[in-house]
């Protein structure tokens, strides 16, 4: 493993720090079918770090094994240098690891403001009893919560929807509430899958406006999910390759730009 | 005021004490259908397992003395001392709690993402299941539970209205049932602590956020396990409170189990996720079978109590499918 | 005219006026913002500490008096203190339209020489940052919010609140320098500099003194009795001098409170909250708010659209007669006030109109329709008609003579004449100084004697001596018979219909008139999504034969009702086209205040208009675009030119 006081800077002058999470030796199998083998790869604190591939390469099962939705066979998760014992992905979670997914899951029944509210349910520490009967405690607390939601609402744009139903929001402010929902959590690293499918060119251009933004004014360490390989390479500080549940590269946009590896499979195998 | 809309005003206010009962047991099934998509078809036995299970222990019965006697040629039945109401009313919430957490951690933790009728049916089991349970722990006779709650028509209503019959000598007043009264204030206290719990505590935001969207909970750290034992014990709870009441008004028997099938029509008007829906649709049935039977019955031969409910209900089903306040269905082609 | 050289009670600076209402009205409210949800409060003397912490930064940072100073973003607290911290200094304010590309951007601060930019955000810092190198004068951007801006150069970059703490820290140093200056700042001393955004050509920099802009703000207050405990929101842009004279000059004469927005897209639930007393917004505002009530009337339940309907016919009946103070019965009163509580007071208060006593529209022809709909509910909505270089006043509605045809008698201390062209003139203590740095602009438009041409054709109604607008005066003009052609006239009637959202007339020196169209999306779309009716594109909807056609019963409707006019029936449409692309900006066609550039549509489109007039059923073409990052695309279409009735005027009569 990496020493933790290890890191490198990134080009436009950012000082990225140690390794948050480490994959080692990833294999994911459903039945007979291999989604991931033998991947290994790291995430080091305060870079944006993607996993691309065709579709089919494995990238979202990648995510989902970080996030505990999906538990590998074999392989260890290292999350701040300690090894991870296998976890719910509520337990997960808890741990301060915050995901968005693709297709989006919020709760449409709420308003935007309840839904980003929701992200911060483990910052809120009052017991059950506690908030029956020390009332100005809880309040307190309350109104601490909603201090940080409302930074959020501010900070993504997404004040004048405030009390308005999920519902009845179009897709791409729904993939923004879903953003401010984990971003309330103030996740020590966040994974956002895919936030860009299904946008056209001037939601994805917000998109990674506020992504590059969230990195850089809360130092949030981002793992992201992309098939589109123009918008990833712009965004991020160092991709991980994936073909065929394999990895085929890992290092930054240049370097993986000009992987032979890479080149074929892009080229040889289609996607869209 | 004219001797029709004297009896008339009274029984609407019986009506409305009916009907503050229908609530309280169909707010048991609102809770848990919300929160985990489960129709729980034996929310009524719950409510008769929790009175039983009340009775016994303030009675001092031994739990499942039959088969211990059976097994080992004992005669033992009680064990010689009573508990106050209060504490038994606080051990029956723990045993409903620990119910909760089997039927978690036994059956429903096992069925998770199955089809809905999969588990009805499973609820079904339950019902059957728990019926003889409670039948085996604490005997099947009729038991009269009195936790203390006042019984009887109140006087001070009586008198205290008798003005209004401005003279009218065959009007001694409002005849109002004690229990009644203190039902509903009872159902009102549950449904505003129900609301403060679900919108300002941490766990009732939770119980919202599983009842929208199990993949979304998982994410932002919710323990959906934690939080349906949370519901099933609240459901519990709420049918500790039904059993009560109706217990203290017509005993513990098992026809206290089938106000279960009166909390249906209930359901299809107030629509089957909604609170509020549920206490309304309460209170329109409530009042509806009293008025209709009060103003038709003797027209039909009487007996309209017993359907009414499902004719009402089947209009809005035919009308209105989503109930008053239940989830606008929209289809879209 | 007789012009007074002390000032209105002696307070003859922007300074001034913010000393006397922080002594006078110390702790009333003078902003309010919305952040992070919860409405923040400045008061009075709040404000004059900031304002002053503000003054003695940028003196600090070198500002001299006579600098310009460029303030761009929307509208917040700290660039309305910004504008008054420039005049405290000696400098002279420029607020800059925050939608301006930078290319535009550009052009003023490069005219106006701007030493020095505050910005509101990152977004404009990099448009001014992008064209920095053109700017020889330029030297230091001040802004607002530092999000994003963590990693620039700050060598010539400062954030606004550290500007301000630079300002306290050197207080002993500059404070004498600073009362300095600002008892140098008399009547005549530069208030601000407003760049008009011209229909043609470049913009101008109308350069206004304080007297122009306090005397306007006094006459106009006194009009309308406004006081101290009025609440307007601010969310026009800064640029405009109608939001200069609102939020500037009229808060500061009388001391009132200005409400900003949380961000644009809030304005509706900000204006609910606020519940302003005073009012502003073009015809585009209120035409929205009203399209938005009557989708959601469709979408009401039964009970509740019958009793809408059944209120607003009654409205419709006797609401404008009760809010101008004619006789009506009292059963209709009565009604009328139960229609109140029932309807048109929820209404109200859900279009956050509710406690306006004095509202306005200009800029625009408003439709007779939509502004006796609010004057029905009971809502005091007046037409005013104005200028950059009037300082807005030029005409407005007394209460209780408001109608929608006129726009009402001359302002106080407003001299108006009409020449032989009906054009109108003016002379007011309102008159702009000059023309920055364009002293043939400013003689052309103003003479020797102080009257002012406006460009605009109107004249005054015998009975009632309101002025009525025909139209721009060079924009009237002959067709081939010698008959007026009045394109405004025309497209104004077209667009009070929800649907069209813009017309332009051709015509001019031709035998007939034909038109050009655009939909408007929201309302058209609404319509297409209850008819069942799919598309994919503006485009596509633009071109479907069903919305053709309800246009085309539209144009119909119009013509018929020109042709009343027998001096204007000439104007009637003959033929018409529906564009494919909504006019824009971006694309040049439309001024940044949304007016028809109609030269340049006219360049742009020349072989539609060739087709309309050569009779060609359908034309093809190709039309270059620009996108909101500047980037430059094309579309192409084939668009269906449709015929329209026209009707026969019986009497032909030659005009004039």
């Known amino acids: 493993m990496l020493d933790a006081s290890e890191g490198y800077v990134t080009e436009d002058g950012r000082q990225i720090g140690g390794v948050v999470m480490e994959m080692k030796n990833i294999t994911l199998r459903f039945g007979g079918v291999v989604a991931i083998k033998d991947i290994s790869f790291d995430i080091r604190e305060g870079e944006i770090r993607a996993i691309i591939g065709p579709n089919g390469a494995g990238k979202s099962s990648m995510l989902n094994v970080i996030s505990g939705f999906y538990i590998p066979q074999e392989g260890e998760v290292f999350f701040h240098g300690e090894k991870r014992p296998q976890m719910k992905p509520y337990e997960v979670a808890r741990q301060g690891i915050a995901r968005t997914f693709q297709n ?146 890992d290092g930054t946009p240049d370097e993986v730009r000009t992987n032979q590896d890479v080149i074929d499979a892009y080229l040889g195998v289609s996607h869209d | ?288 079978e009293k008025l209709f039977e009060f103003a038709i019955g003797p027209l039909v031969g009487g007996a309209t109590e017993n359907w009414f409910a499902y004719v009402l209900a089947l209009l809005f089903l035919v009308f209105r499918p989503q109930g008053l306040f239940g989830d606008k269905i929209i289809e879209r082609v | 005219m007789a012009q007074t050289q002390s000032g209105a009670e002696g307070k003859q600076s922007l300074p001034a006026l913010l000393h006397r209402n922080a002594t006078q009205y110390g702790s009333a409210p003078a902003y309010r913002e919305k952040e992070f949800g919860i409405w923040q409060t400045w008061t009075w003397s709040q404000t004059e500490k900031e304002i002053e912490a503000l003054a003695l930064g940028l003196i600090n940072l070198g500002v001299n008096e006579g600098d310009f100073i460029a303030i761009i973003g929307r509208n917040r607290p700290y660039l309305y203190w910004a504008m008054v911290a420039a005049q405290s200094v000696g400098a002279v304010p420029v607020p800059l339209y925050q939608d301006a590309n930078a290319e535009e951007m550009a052009y003023v601060l490069q005219h106006c020489g701007a030493r020095f930019v505050i910005a509101s955000d990152q977004e404009q810092v990099d448009k001014v940052i992008e064209v920095q190198d053109q700017l020889h004068q330029f030297e230091h951007l001040i802004y607002l919010d530092p999000r994003g801006l963590r990693k620039y150069d700050h060598h010539t970059l400062h954030q606004y609140s550290h500007v301000q703490d630079q300002g306290r820290a050197a207080y002993d140093e500059w404070i004498t320098d600073l009362n300095e200056r600002r008892s140098k700042l008399t009547y005549d001393s530069t208030c601000v500099m407003l760049y008009t955004s011209g229909t043609t050509g470049k913009p101008k920099g109308v350069v206004l003194s304080n007297r122009n802009v306090i005397e306007s703000a006094k006459n106009a207050s006194d009009f309308d009795k406004l006081t101290e405990k009025e609440d307007i929101l601010s969310y026009l842009p800064m640029a405009w001098v109608g939001d200069f004279i609102f939020s500037v000059g009229q808060a500061y004469w009388c001391g009132f409170c200005v409400n900003c927005p949380e961000s644009a897209d809030t304005m509706m639930t900000d204006l609910r909250e606020i519940g302003p007393t005073y009012f502003f917004a073009p015809p585009r505002v209120f035409e929205t708010q009203l399209t938005n009530v009557m989708i959601r009337m469709e979408d009401a339940g039964t009970l509740k659209k019958n009793m809408f309907h059944k209120y607003m016919e009654h409205a419709k009946k006797v609401g404008g007669d009760i809010l101008d103070g004619n006789p009506v019965s009292t059963a209709d009163r009565l009604k009328y006030a139960i229609g109140n509580t029932l309807v048109y007071g929820p209404l109200k208060d859900t279009l956050g109109l509710g406690r306006v006593r004095v509202g306005y529209t200009a800029g625009e022809a408003i439709g007779p329709e939509i502004f006796e709909f609010y004057r029905s509910l009971g809502i005091n909505l007046k037409q005013l008609y104005g200028q950059t270089e009037a300082t807005v006043f030029i005409t407005v509605q007394p209460d209780g003579e408001v109608r929608a045809d006129t726009v009402g008698v001359p302002a106080p201390d407003v001299e108006i004449k009409i020449d032989d062209n009906g054009e109108i003139h003016y002379r007011s203590p309102g008159t702009f100084v000059e023309y920055y740095k364009n002293p043939e602009s400013t003689a052309s438009t103003k003479d020797a004697e102080g009257w002012v041409a406006t460009g605009d054709a109107g004249f005054f109604e015998e009975n009632s001596g309101h002025l009525r607008i025909i139209d721009r005066a060079k924009d009237v003009g002959k067709m081939a018979d010698g008959a007026m052609f009045a394109p405004k006239y025309v497209e104004n009637k077209l667009k009070f219909y929800p649907d069209i959202l813009e017309a332009v007339l051709f015509g001019n020196g031709k035998d007939r008139c034909v038109a050009f169209i655009n939909i408007d999306l929201t309302a058209v779309g609404n319509w297409a999504e209850r008819n069942n009716i799919a598309y994919a594109s503006y485009q596509e909807l633009a071109g479907h034969p069903k919305v053709l056609e309800t246009i085309q019963s539209h144009v119909e409707t119009v013509n018929k009702s020109v042709a009343e006019d027998p001096m204007l029936s000439g104007c009637q449409v003959h033929r018409f086209v529906v564009l494919h692309k909504e006019l824009d900006a971006d694309d040049g066609e439309m001024t940044r205040t949304r007016k028809v550039r109609r030269r340049i549509v006219e360049e742009k489109f020349a072989d539609i208009i060739a087709a309309l007039y050569d009779g060609s059923p359908e034309i093809s073409t190709t039309t270059e675009v620009t996108y909101e990052d500047g980037r430059k695309g094309s579309i192409s279409a084939t668009l269906d030119i449709r015929d329209a009735a026209v009707s026969s005027v019986a009497a032909k009569l030659a005009a004039e």
């Open chain 2, 1 to 288: 005021m004219p001797d029709s809309l004297l009896f008339g005003t009274e029984v609407v206010l019986n009506g409305l004490m009916a009907g503050v009962l229908y609530a309280l047991v169909a707010l048991g099934f609102v809770l848990i259908y919300k929160a985990s998509g489960i129709f729980n078809y034996a929310q009524g036995v719950m409510a008769l397992f929790a009175a039983m299970t009340l009775y016994g222990i303030m009675v001092g019965q031994v739990p499942f003395a039959h088969l211990i006697n059976a097994i080992f040629g004992t005669h033992i039945h009680h064990f010689g001392w009573e508990v106050p109401a209060i504490i038994a009313i606080v051990l029956t919430i723990a045993v409903m709690v620990l119910f909760a957490w089997l039927v978690q951690q036994y059956i429903f933790r096992h069925l998770v993402g199955q089809e809905p009728i999969i588990l009805f049916m499973a609820t079904i089991g339950l019902a059957y299941f728990l019926e003889g349970v409670a039948d085996l722990m604490w005997g099947s006779e009729i038991k009269a539970l009195d936790v203390g709650l006042p019984q009887g028509g109140s006087f001070w209503i009586e008198e205290n209205t008798q003005w209004m019959g401005m003279g009218n000598e065959n009007f001694y007043g409002f005849f109002l049932d004690q229990l009644d009264l203190i039902a509903t204030v009872i159902a009102a206290v549950l449904v505003i602590a129900l609301v403060a719990f679900s919108q300002y505590t941490k766990q009732g935001r939770a119980m919202r956020a599983v009842a929208d969207d199990h993949q979304a909970a998982l994410s932002v750290g919710i323990n959906l396990n934690f939080i349906w034992v949370l519901v099933w014990s609240v459901a519990g709870f709420v049918a500790l409170v039904a059993g009560i009441v109706w217990g203290s008004k017509s005993g513990v028997q098992f026809s206290l189990s089938l106000i279960a099938l009166k909390a249906l029509p209930v359901l299809m008007l107030g629509g089957f996720t909604s609170i509020p829906g549920a206490i309304v649709g309460g209170l329109i049935i409530g009042v509806g």
């Open chain 1, 104 to 249: 989006i899951a919020l709760f449409e029944g709420m308003s935007v403001l309840d839904n980003v509210m929701t992200g911060r349910l483990n910052n809120m520490k009052s017991g059950l009893f506690a908030q029956a009967l020390w009332k100005g405690k809880a309040e307190q607390e309350e109104t601490e919560n909603r201090e940080v939601v409302e930074k959020i609402i501010d900070f993504l744009e997404i004040q004048h929807i405030r009390k308005t139903p999920v519902s009845r929001l179009p897709y791409g402010l729904k993939k923004r509430v879903e953003l401010a929902r984990a971003l309330a959590a103030e996740p020590k690293l966040l994974l956002l899958d895919e936030p860009m499918a299904g946008m056209n060119v001037e939601e994805k251009e917000d998109m990674s406006r506020f992504i590059l933004d969230v990195n850089d004014e809360f130092g949030t360490t981002i793992a992201l999910i992309e098939h589109d390989m123009g918008v990833v390479m712009d965004l991020s500080d160092r991709v991980v390759v994936m073909d065929y549940g394999k990895k085929i590269g």
